[in-house]
């Protein structure tokens, strides 16, 4: 039986019914990766304020395929589609982009918008395999709107699909900065990968964590927590803040994870962030966050430089900034709907 | 008296009168800067390749002031006002920057299109105070659209102005490459600003003419020519195709000029390109150039890490690249024309 998220605590089996525009974000998460929870609470959060003529419905990745039959049979004209946003347009991880593509293939009739992602088809067999049933897939959509997040991916999507590519910055930059009382920072913390896309070399690391021995305690975590099986629309703003309050008490943040890099930026944290395997972190560091002064990205193993890196972003002044008006595109094609 | 470039060889002083649609491209440079040039020659031929039905017209920049009356007497709504690219969108370049705002505050009624640029207004002054008076001018056309042609330009147009945005590569990369026989490289060739965006210090230079000695001969130059005084839009293709056949030659570029990259991608050379004051080159780079092989983008100034990367470079295959669909957003806006 398939779950609709109408508001965080408002979980419906069936549609509402009435009058109302409904915006639909299917492939919600509900596995434990901050970034992406923080990605999916961010778009609510922009359609609720840009657009609050929309009821909001989201459906968590696990009850895509049972929701939508229901959303078909329900739908209308005036209603939006979308898929969430993030790091997994392409073959690495395939069960966010069979879902993709079910859900692309599925409602042609309406405006469909693939939120801000980064794209990756490996360049093998598999990766160009999976690429042509996707492009078969989207191509079926001739009101799909893809969004990229970085340039890279701007022109990756473009090259890929016949679809229209618009260019806007990670949904959760369109999060607020946190104005806190200021708080002392203590200590550093390393949030780091064990996945696949995981480049960055131990050895860097331990050389790393010497340099910032003076600075204790170092504290090792990583964006997708462990301390819980499960994260719903719920629950995840909690989590959300929790986080962002970890590393409000941070003096450096180390990472390869791209939202860290968000959630520094967010709560004024020095943070250096490293690549990952296929540059996603990077390519959105310099299209929108090369201005910030208290975070920076190294691809550096010299520890001597990463050192004078280290020393920047922690003597670096917090100073104002603003990425709302980067998301103009999308709210243009939101504003126009289905007459665009 | 104004000069309208109806085509490269038919220079009049009179709008043609039919009842064909216009595009009248303003700013076109006659200084001897290759770079600009490549952009208003890439730019007539891509109007012409993919929107034949529209008669293109070239005012070059000298000759702007007088033929705005003209031009403001004869339009039509049909017709569309454009303004060449480039990198001197700011205050750095005030004679480019005051003629554009005197174009875009004078054509509010029809479609407006600043083709791909950088932007920079320094944070001092003299940058607010020119910011102020570009904000002014732009604001007074509902009708115009900015081009940025990387996505820190893209989110510094957006967060300057009001604006639609959009987002495509430099015009001389809808160029396609040259298929010329292979040729015999030899020696290297130095590219190299004399102008206020110059930042790569004489001794790295130096280090790398030391390191590339074995590579014979030795040539220093500038896409800026000082062996004419003016080009026009007659002669500047050629200029321009003896400048790619000058790079074909080459085992090896080493630059800060955007463009002897560009002409490097074009022409399939090795190229080593180095910053320039506020990282226009950069971000293009980084933004649309990355995934290709034989090009890199360096700020480092150690010789022997310059050295593994010209090696990198200088070791690569040449491979099939196409930048076009990376235009679609500028050929939508064209196709709808006054009716987007």
Known sequence: MANFYINPNNVVNELPKNDQPKFFMFGVPSYTNLGDQAISLAERKYIEAEFPEYQYIEIVEEDDDAAIPIVKQCITRQDIVAFTGGGNM?????????????????FTNNLTISFPQSIHFEDN???????????????????????ARDAQSYHRMQTTFNNKVIFTPDMVLYMQPMNEKKLTRQGSLFVLRRDSEKVVKDTVIQNIKALL???????????????????TPNTREELFKKELSLFSGQEIVITDRWHAMVFSVLTGTPCLLMGNSYGKGKHAYFDWLEHINWISYTDEEDTARIKQEIKVVMEASTHAYDLRPDFKQLHDLISLGVDR
């Open 90 to 106: 392409g073959n690495l991880y395939l069960n966010h982009e069979r879902a993709r593509r079910k859900v692309f293939s599925t």
């Open 213 to 231: 021995s003076t600075h204790q305690p170092i504290e090792f975590t990583d964006t997708v927590l462990d301390t819980v099986k499960t994260i």
């Open 125 to 147: 067999e598999a990766g160009i395999y999976e690429q042509k049933l996707s492009q078969a897939a989207y191509q079926k959509n001739q009101n799909l709107v893809l969004v």
